[in-house]
């Protein structure tokens, strides 16, 4: 099923004008109500993912903290990880890529 949605998406996406984008394609194919839908679906998805990431990274900042003996509350933390990424993001594309040069290789 995942498979014949992707390819359906690529068919619609292969009949627009290069630079259409999700939305627009919804809006030009299904109309104003499905395009509103869409929004809404994109903006919950978006913020469920971004939850998620703030809450596991202030998960591993506390362990982190908590091994340097550094002990904040996790709503103290969560904000410590979002200023402290935002920042990075703010600084630009060189260092995004520095850190998650960085981030990687400890992965690894």
Request: hydrophobic share 55%; net charge neutral.
């Amino acid at each position: 099923l995942m498979s014949l949605c992707a390819l359906i998406m690529l068919e619609v996406n292969l009949w627009f004008p290069e630079g259409s984008h999700f939305i627009s394609m919804i809006r030009k194919t299904f109309g104003v109500i499905p395009e509103i839908i869409a929004w809404l679906c994109m903006l919950i998805l978006l913020y469920a993912l971004l939850a998620a990431y703030i809450s596991s990274g202030s998960d591993i900042l506390n362990h982190l903290l908590t091994f340097v003996h550094v002990n904040l509350s996790q709503t103290l933390t969560s904000i410590l990880f979002v200023l402290l990424l935002g920042y990075v993001v703010m600084s630009g594309t060189r260092w995004v890529d520095y850190s998650n040069r960085l981030l990687m290789s400890i992965k690894l």
